[in-house]
């Protein structure tokens, strides 16, 4: 167990709706960052928040957002879903411990678009 | 930029062999951390083994180790004595202490009884 929490763990909607994914970082740990991983793909960095505010951004499409919460937790939203947003969407959290920054995963949810 | 690049999608070892993942990095940064990660059929990733670069030494954990070379920008992950539970997709990851991870498409590794 990573201590990274994900809800929920499977999401079955149609096209065209909108959900929101949720994640709870591990204790103490101010980093999250969120991935797409499409089947049988490597992992697509969305973006990044750093106690609140965001850090970087990667390949997120305009349809996506999200936001950390002053808690720490984070939600990712997507709206006017497509069937190729189907995939496995990651939260990760990170520190730095010792001299060395280690980034821990969540379960992931798995959202299906039918 | 900074890239990462695994150069084998897939690979195969009899159970309790070695076997040696490769990976390659571009990086204009003189200090970063390097991490493999291991995603098993329940798509959990899983924190395997990392390596600072300022370190000379190769960084190992049980039947896990590296070979860093920091002049070619490469880090391998060599496996001993394989075992099924090993058998997964390993990704290696770069981080360069700013903000983004960057991480390779991944080598599907299958053990073999």
């Known amino acids: 167990d990573s201590g990274v929490t994900q809800t929920p763990k499977h999401l079955i909607t149609a096209t065209g709706q909108r959900v929101t994914l949720r994640c709870s970082p591990r204790s103490g740990d101010l980093s999250v960052y969120w991935y797409q991983q499409s089947l049988d793909q490597g992992l697509q960095f969305l973006i990044q928040y750093y106690n609140g505010e965001e850090r970087a951004k990667g390949n997120i499409l305009e349809r996506f957002s999200a936001q950390q919460f002053p808690d720490l937790h984070s939600e990712l939203n997507l709206s006017s879903l497509e069937l190729g947003d189907s995939a496995l969407y990651f939260c990760a959290s990170s520190t730095r411990t010792g001299s060395s920054y280690e980034q821990y995963f969540g379960p992931g949810t798995r959202l299906t678009v039918t | 930029a900074q890239t990462v690049t695994q150069s084998q999608p897939e690979m195969s070892v009899q159970e309790a062999e070695t076997v040696t993942l490769s990976c390659t990095y571009d990086t204009s940064e003189s200090n970063y951390y390097l991490f493999w990660y291991k995603q098993p059929p329940s798509r959990q990733m899983i924190l395997v083994i990392r390596q600072e670069a300022y370190k000379q030494q190769n960084a190992t954990e049980n039947r896990f180790s590296v070979n860093f070379q920091k002049a070619a920008k490469s880090f391998s992950l060599k496996i001993s004595d394989s075992q099924l539970g090993d058998t997964a997709m390993y990704f290696c990851?770069?981080?360069?202490?700013?903000?983004?991870?960057?991480f390779g498409t991944g080598t599907r590794l299958k053990v073999l009884a």
């Open positions: 990851a770069f981080h360069s202490g700013t903000y983004k991870y960057i």
